[in-house]
Structures are given as C-alpha cells and as structure tokens.
C-alpha cells in the first residue's frame, strides 16, 4: 500500500519530548498498517519513504529526517527525489545499524528498483512526467 504525506502537514514536523516525528511526501507499509499514538497521520511501519527535495528542504531531508528515519525499525528504503532535475537518491537497509547508499539516478530512462515482498520498479520518466524544470535554452 502506498500512503501519501499528510498534505495538512506538508513541511511540518513535531517534536514531543524526545520524539521526533516527521511527515515524508509519500511511503509504502507491507501488510497491516500500523499507527504511531493512535495517529492516523503518522505511520509506524513503513518499508519505503519518499521526500521531494526543494532548495529549502534538501539539507535536511538528507542529515536530519535521514537520521531520524534510520531508527525506524520497518524501514528497507529512504528515497529522495530532486524537484529541480532528474535525479534520485536512495538508501537501503542492509542492517539495523548498516544503510547503503546507491548512486545517484539521473537519466529519465534509468529505472528505481526496491526489492520489498514484491520487487517494485518504478521509471524515472514515470516519476517525473508532467514536472517542467524550466530549462532556459
């Protein structure tokens, strides 16, 4: 199942106490969804995360959020994807403590490959149809 950000909360996040708690643009739960605190906004067991990078966000989607996200038992994969051009950035769990980070995917034919319960495959042109960067020739 893919579950889309909280658009109420986009950019937002919340602190209480300790706890960190961040709204991604999208995600994908294998199986039962599980809510944090009754929540119906913020999801417990997440396999994969999605952020769209912008200027103002891409620094702390890539240190902070990534960290924070780390400590997410469920999750196999952190995917960024750059709103200014065609490229996407992902990590994979290797282990609780270990990510790899994949380089970067930059072409619109190249394709995103995460191997969940299913192998899902997901095309950069797909990604990114309809987005006009704005290119000045």
């Known amino acids: 199942m893919v579950v889309p950000g909280n658009p109420r909360a986009k950019g937002h996040k919340r602190k209480e ?79 609780q403590a270990t990510w790899i980070e994949f380089a970067p995917l930059e072409d619109a034919g190249d394709t995103l490959s995460l191997s969940l319960t299913q192998e899902i495959m997901l095309s950069l042109a797909a990604l990114y149809e309809g987005v006009d960067f704005g290119d000045e020739e």
């Open 17 to 95: 106490g300790d706890e960190f708690i961040a709204y991604p643009d999208a995600g994908v739960i294998c199986g039962q969804v599980e809510y944090y605190r009754d929540d119906p906004f913020t999801i417990a067991n997440p396999v994969a995360l999605f952020e769209v990078l912008s200027p103002s966000t891409q620094i702390y989607d890539h240190h902070t959020k990534a960290e924070q996200y780390k400590k997410i038992p469920s999750l196999a994969y952190y995917v960024m994807i750059d709103s200014e051009q065609v490229r996407v950035e992902y990590r994979k769990r290797v282990d």
